[in-house]
């Protein structure tokens, strides 16, 4: 840890604040913080990967202090949700010298070439260097092509049966090796175990089970898994696939998600190990057999090998702050259609290494009433792991936003806007509460913001119940403007955490739903649209009905509408469709259109990316 | 280095040989060959990058020798270039104690995973570990994302140019900054060159030049930029894109190939630096405007980003054999339609860093009729090495079914058929001489080989001309097998190189393919067919009539159709297509159906690909 010397005013830009300091060597990173060489693999100058053994030999000591970063409703600006967690470490651990980790998401690189830029903090308050973090992501490469693989290993298949008899099939799928004998691989017997057939000499199989085993018997109208790309490609969003003439005319629309809307990377955030991983690989749901069946990536065979591409991905990279604290860069799932937090193996890593004394920083996608919701429901649930504290987020602009300013409006004085619109920041500590874990408000401040301005939102939040509220300036001077913020999340963690659940996982899903809309949303009710109720009574006879909720859903409101700024209350939630992901292990009502395939603006951010002709990165920010 | 110990026989699996040696650190790889610490970059245990800088410290050091591995006409099978690489490089390392280098191209994950498995070499002449070799090829994750950026950027566009006004394109293209100026990009400024408009303020511009600046005005039909993606997923062959509401009807046939068709894989094997890649991003041709100006990556202004996502690539990664010699892994680009051999940068570092006495030996996919032909008149052209000495790799099994065995009579004795099919060496070895560089046969031996089998081979390539033709048992025995081989490219090594280009750059494109179908493949002529004759008119008209000229064609054959085996003659050449990759830098002809995309097997090799209990990978081959 190594505090900030000079820091500038006007804040320069982001790059040129991040290109400013010298890095320190990641394994002078990874010793500050007491990981061993031989659970260090270098990757590059700026960027390592932590083995996972590092659980094994650390599994008898206490974990350190588990503490969320969340945020009330954004506006699309961002309300600094990022730049706050790694400013709140920096502070931890430049400051006030405690052991302190920051787990962030991986960016996709489709927003970072398309509109929003990087995402590696801003100002004082980043990682570095932000080439590595915003450009070299491994992760998404590997959720891509293990994505990508089942995706041709479905069309394939069908492919396949179509164009096949039964023996054919049979005498492919289990040919015989060099010695003349034919063996199930594990995934075979698995489709066997499924189908109730418990045998396991190809030979021994009877006409009847030679059917059921090689017949996947895909329905191509139920498939519902889609290719990705870690690009804004929107002209992928619908294709047709199989024009070419040697498909002979097994043409199918489907298409394109972003890479990181992938249930792989879902899978990989909430993975616990490779074990784990593996299991989760094969209870993907890819579609339905004509007999409505699910089908899964198991009964592809295709498992296995999705578990070996992603199996590096499975450690967390090391990188810095800009003063020096550790940070663990993992995982990236979509914050709507998946549960939108960083990793869990990244967590559990990281509070074994601060221990006792320690603090965790990890970060949730969204608003509270998404990422903060899901990282209780569902995130804390499949780790076991108990938060601490949750931080929540505030902008003077943004809940002025929420009072009725303009977006264009609320960068001037308005007390009045600001005194109507902070509802949405006491709805969010409000909710906190209803899951035992103390909340400290920490409204990042910019130099517009009036003192008058700061009062109204720290006094209302204080009401509310939030533990403390304070102003943090950690963008303009580093973790230097984030102590009073440190040391309230130091106190609030020696509370005693009374952390609950919102719901019981075996309620029905309606149930679930209807929680979620009620206690945290403050709707009056849930609406079932569509085919939605026939879906769901499908999911809890398959099974799927004890798996949490993810809720799919806007981040601008508290509601299915993003115009319903506030607090909005008097309305009901329409689930227009749901999906279950099974492998990732939940079920996602969906509140409205949710794009999963963001698009490219006329003058996209890449048109500024370039190298010098010393071979440095321009136009990064 | 380090020669094998407890060589088995029979020899065990692939993975078996592969897990059975503790590697050496690639610090200590890096360290034998006088890598600089400063100049590796480690990328977990077993690959690290090595630096550009390497280059510019030993600039004034003289190169090593220069060898080329190239084989005759495979059979489907492979006939072991690959395996004979290594073999020679640990022949040459642990046995003779010369410094020496294997340079390798990436291996796309479509065919380990589909049908043919790995490609690290067999036997006791491997790379290791195979897992990172087959596995962890992330310059082929940033040439698809390079690729794919270009692709999103082609049809959005399209898409803002049909649903904007000039002055709409105009005053989103050049934003206002904060301080209300606009400013030109790079990309931009190359632009305006071409249009011949020399103003460099936004604001000088008329409105007809507004017009010729922000339309591109792309006819969708002349558009050839696909998409890729490293998995076999034949239903990506012919797509539809655009189906979605939001496009508004935009819609367009086009496809995806495998990543390493994409003409950024061909950049990266050819540029000589990082300002060469660039250079080459920007001439990338994707599509002609309706006007039938060739509209580029620069015009785009996509080709910045693409090298900023590449610029890592560019760092060849460090991998060691079985006997703890130095290999080279980067790029690999498709043998068909692009050249299929490894980098001219890690071939260029390579030989400053054996020296004046040691020896790097680089492969170059297919039969010597694609793969040496293009060695020599593309790579060898781009980067102004000479080479001194070509190894064609022939198989008694190949020579046999060029003689007329079936695959499966051609594992058996048949010195008849051998004579017969003997003449395919025959010619390749000719071949190579036009080139001026001495050649050496190596004969992979399998233990079926007859004694008399193998003679009928040595005297048949010793008539027709080469240095020298030796049994190697490099597969058996790894470098001991291989000892006779690496003296003889010792020996070759030492004669002076007449190393010459079959063809000039300057003459007309027809010309130059003639030369190459009469010389090389022993064609009568060449037939134009199709539309060719006015594409190639188009392309000298636009100034890519002085490119070096790629042939696609299949590898089975030295003609254009897979069933003429042997010597063939009294053939015409069909070019049913011909193709610019200006970025690239060259022009290739079509001779018959070529896959950009291969399928998966009904029985692929994923199937057998899973994690153990421990973590360990299982089933790669």
Redesign the interface.
Known sequence: MKKLANIKSPVPSDIDVSQSLKLWSIRRIAQSIGIQDNEL?????SRG?IKLDVLERLKNKPNGKYVLVTGINPTPFGEGKTTTSVGLSQSIGAHLNKKVFTCLRCPS?GPT?GIKGGAAGGGYSQVIPMETFN??V?DI?AV??AN??L???I??RM??ERT?TNKG?FK????ADKKGERFF????ISRLTKLGIYKTNPNDLTKEEIADFVRLDLDPDTISWR?V???????????????????RG?I??T?FDIAVASECMVILALSNS??DM?ERMGKIVVGMSKKGVPITAEDI??A??M???M??SLKPSLMQTLERTPVLVHAGPFANIAHGNSSIIADKIALKLVGEDGYVVTEAGFGADCGAEKFFNIKCRSSGLVPNCSVIVATARALKHHGGASLKECKETNVGALKRGVVNLVKHVENMKKFGVPVVVALNRFHTDTDEECDVILNAAKRAGAFDAVISDHFSKGGLGAVNLAKSVERACKQKSNFKFLYDLDQPIKKKIGIIAREIYGADGVDYLNNTNEKIEEYEKNGFGNLPICVAKTQYSFSHDAKLLGRPSGFRIPVQDIRASVGAGFVFPILGAISTMP??????A??????D?K?N???LF
Chains 1, 2 share one sequence.
């Open positions: 693999e270098l990757h590059g100058d990967r690189r070439f450009l070299d491994p490469d891509a092509i990508n693989l995706s041709a290993a069309d394939t492919f396949h096949q099939l492919r799928l289990c040919p691989t594990k995934a075979m290719r790309v870690d690009v804004n490609d929107r002209f992928l969003r619908g294709i047709t696939v199989g024009n070419g003439p040697k498909e097994q199918r629309s298409g490779l074990h593996r065979g295709a296995g090998a578990t070996v591409l199996k590096e698009g490219l603006p006329t003058r996209p890449y048109y500024n990316v370039d190298v002709e071979g990165i321009l136009g």
